[in-house]
């Protein structure tokens, strides 16, 4: 509940940058000062969530936050994205089929696909007279870029209006599935599904790397084999990763990433479904 609690704190707080008159500057000051501070809490202790309470998320709430996500940065302001919004209990049932039935897309309220989309632009190319060439790999990337900038903009919002989030990386598994299930055209391509609801437990947050494994200055640092080690280190020894360990009869947390959550096997498998979606789709076709 720590990110639903901070959200609602958030939302308390007015518009730091809207005041009256000079009179009203230090208590603008200090709301601006108080603001900042609540967003520095949020990033720094945001947490998925994965089971939520039953409770409706009323559509103007949907549409609010998917709306204000749309200020998010896109390439030439092309906004190559769309987002399908499943609601309905029935096909919320079918569609977290898809998402291997996992609790966080059988006890949301609402499941969000976010689709890399060109078929709009194109469309508008070609009524408007122009001859669109957006059937290649380096289109797609562009609107891959777009939906998934825009999908972290959903979940931030949603986040700071109270509301719980979590991914569901099997997008990625099933897409051919997902496609067919939400009738996407041409040129349509899922890429990102999140799954909303207000919060009912967390497990609290899990580890990150430090700081220096992520940054390079300048140009990229070649790490040595000890200093890789000592990134993952914590990671390494936590007791619950132990536990994983012990659990999967693996030698290594490593071992239980590349033989049972991502062994060489599904990512080509994967990899292959998905390649052969984006030929149906039209993106390997110039």
């Known amino acids: 509940m720590q990110s639903a609690n901070l959200a609602k704190k958030i939302l308390s707080l007015h518009n730091p940058n809207q005041f009256l008159g000079d009179s009203d500057c230090f208590l603008a000051s200090n709301r601006r000062y108080f603001w900042h501070m609540e967003m520095k809490d949020y990033f720094s202790n945001r947490v998925t969530i994965r089971k939520y309470e039953?409770?409706?998320i009323p559509k103007e709430t949907i549409d609010s936050i998917l709306e204000k996500a749309m200020r998010a940065p896109t390439c030439g302001n092309m906004q190559l994205y769309s987002v399908v919004v499943t609601?309905?209990?029935?096909?919320k049932k079918e569609l977290a089929q898809y998402h291997f039935n996992q609790p966080a897309a059988t006890g949301c309220d609402t499941i969000l696909t976010v689709?890399?989309?060109f078929k709009r632009f194109c469309q508008w190319c070609e009524a408007s007279g122009a001859r669109p060439g957006y059937s290649n790999f380096h289109s797609f990337i562009m609107a891959l870029t777009?939906?998934?900038?825009?999908a972290q903009q959903i979940v931030t919002i949603a986040e700071m209006n109270g509301l719980g989030t979590c991914y569901l990386g099997t997008v990625n598994y099933n897409a051919k599935e997902i496609s067919d299930f939400l009738n996407l055209p041409d040129h349509v391509v899922p890429v990102a599904s999140i799954s909303l609801g207000y919060p009912a437990e967390t497990d609290g947050q899990p580890d990150r790397l430090p700081l220096k494994a992520i940054v390079h200055e300048e140009k990229y640092r070649d790490d040595t084999i000890s200093d890789t080690k000592e990134f993952f280190k914590a990671k390494d020894e936590d007791p619950a990763n132990q536990?994983?360990?012990k659990e999967n009869d693996k030698r290594s947390l490593a071992e239980v990433f590349t033989d049972i959550r991502y062994p060489k096997?599904?990512?080509e498998k994967v990899s292959a479904s998905f390649i052969n979606l984006l030929k149906e789709k039209g993106f390997m076709t110039e």
């Open 87 to 91: 609601q309905d209990a029935a096909r």
């Open 243 to 245: 536990v994983f360990i």
């Open 146 to 150: 777009d939906a998934v900038i825009y």
């Open 115 to 117: 689709c890399a989309d």
């Open 265 to 267: 096997s599904t990512n």
């Open 54 to 56: 039953d409770k409706k």
